[in-house]
């Protein structure tokens, strides 16, 4: 036990202060293109913590593995293909698109690919099956919907999948909740809106809506609600596929930036306060940019409930342990973290929980 306290002092004094979570984003891609390559060197010069999709993963009658995995195998997790070993820790997160269920293998195939959200990765794993599904990194709540009409479970707000979302958005103490899957509630070019995935989110307190299915890049805002605040809703079909263009008949209300000079994907970085928002293009141009903004303090109950699901538990303990050993984990929230309120997250931190665990404190501070 007393080297075991002594290695974990000496790591937590190398551990470097905990930054803000990074991930890219991309829709429309795996087709095994040129234009696919490019792509992900783009997103791999970014050196992201994570990727989410937008759908349609996979085109055409090739295999899934040679359509995503000679990519992006290394964010993969549990990857039992042919591009090497993969990652440790699931670093990849799909939405289903409509080709995931015609192209490559089918949706038999998708499901069996992906092990969705993944190992030591925080979910509520409330939905209990792969097809949508919910998982926490840093700051942010993510929800992987499936805008699919095979969806068993709907798509609809009044659906079991609607109903989910709404539960577990209004139960997250997460400072920011963002929404992706493959069909676009709005959207200027070929496909256009979605009317089916209009769902209220805006009212359901999501921060940020990503949608592909359009080969397209757009920013829309909409205040479905009319109180005065916008909620961002984002197009990102430039993965690789192919190029769509924006109809003149087709512009949506709201619509702010709308590119389709070639390819690219999404930076976004975020921190307790911040999020901010990038398309970027494969020549390395920014093509657009949006800060979103909150409070900075996002602690919304006791302190050491870092994952930011259920109570504070030896999951809790884990992931502070992860920090300190340089496991890239992300805290959900500062505010949870710092339990003595004072400077930086260090050993003290991590001796409350333990305490707290052991039953040698009833309880931990509250958040201010």
């Known amino acids: 036990m007393t080297l075991l306290r002594s290695a974990i002092l000496t790591m937590l004094l190398l551990?470097?202060?905990?930054?803000?979570?990074?991930?890219?984003?991309?829709?429309?891609?795996?087709?095994?293109?040129?234009?696919?390559?490019?792509?992900?060197?783009?997103?791999?010069?970014?050196?992201?913590?994570?990727?989410?999709?937008?759908?349609?993963?996979?085109?055409?009658?090739?295999?899934?593995?040679?359509?995503?995995?000679?990519?992006?195998?290394?964010?993969?997790?549990?990857?039992?293909?042919?591009?090497?070993?993969?990652?440790?820790?699931?670093?990849?997160?799909?939405?289903?698109?409509?080709?995931?269920?015609?192209?490559?293998?089918?949706?038999?195939?998708?499901?069996?690919?992906?092990?969705?959200?993944?190992?030591?990765?925080?979910?509520?794993?409330?939905?209990?099956?792969?097809?949508?599904?919910?998982?926490?990194?840093?700051?942010?709540?993510?929800?992987?919907?499936?805008?699919?009409?095979?969806?068993?479970?709907?798509?609809?707000?009044?659906?079991?999948?609607?109903?989910?979302?709404?539960?577990?958005?209004?139960?997250?103490?997460?400072?920011?909740?963002?929404?992706?899957?493959?069909?676009?509630?709005?959207?200027?070019?070929?496909?256009?809106?979605?009317p089916f995935m209009q769902w209220p989110f805006e009212d359901w307190g999501v921060s940020l809506v990503m949608a592909g299915h359009d080969h397209t890049y757009e920013r829309i805002l909409r205040d479905n609600n009319n109180d005065g605040d916008s909620l961002t809703y984002i197009v990102t079909g430039l993965g690789g596929r192919s190029i769509y263009s924006f109809p003149p008949l087709n512009l949506v209300t709201g619509s702010q930036v709308r590119f389709n000079a070639t390819y690219g994907a999404n930076l976004i970085e975020a921190t307790d306060s911040t999020l901010e928002i990038k398309f970027i293009a494969i020549n390395g141009v920014t093509i657009d940019s949006l800060r979103l903004t909150r409070s900075p303090d996002c602690c919304l109950g006791s302190t050491g409930n870092v994952n930011g699901i259920g109570d504070v538990d030896l999951l809790d303990l884990s992931a502070m342990v992860e920090l300190f050993i340089g496991e890239g984990y992300q805290f959900a929230c500062t505010g949870e973290a710092n339990i003595d309120r004072a400077g930086k997250i260090d050993l003290r931190d991590l001796s409350f929980i333990i305490a707290y665990l052991q039953g040698v404190i009833d309880s931990l501070p509250m958040c201010p």
């Open 15 to 194: 551990t470097p202060a905990v930054g803000a979570t990074r991930f890219a984003v991309l829709g429309d891609y795996g087709a095994a293109t040129v234009a696919e390559g490019q792509v992900a060197d783009l997103i791999k010069s970014w050196d992201p913590d994570f990727i989410i999709t937008t759908g349609d993963n996979s085109y055409g009658p090739n295999g899934i593995d040679f359509n995503i995995g000679q990519y992006y195998a290394d964010f993969i997790g549990s990857y039992f293909g042919f591009y090497g070993p993969g990652s440790r820790l699931n670093r990849f997160f799909p939405s289903a698109g409509n080709h995931d269920y015609s192209d490559g293998g089918g949706f038999a195939a998708y499901l069996s690919y992906f092990t969705l959200p993944g190992t030591q990765i925080a979910s509520t794993a409330s939905s209990g099956n792969p097809r949508y599904y919910d998982f926490v990194r840093g700051p942010i709540h993510f929800f992987a919907l499936n805008s699919n009409f095979q969806e068993t479970d709907g798509t609809t707000p009044n659906s079991v999948q609607g109903l989910w979302l709404q539960a577990q958005l209004a139960s997250s103490p997460l400072p920011w909740k963002i929404v992706f899957m493959h069909h676009p509630p709005y959207s200027s070019s070929q496909h256009g809106s979605s």
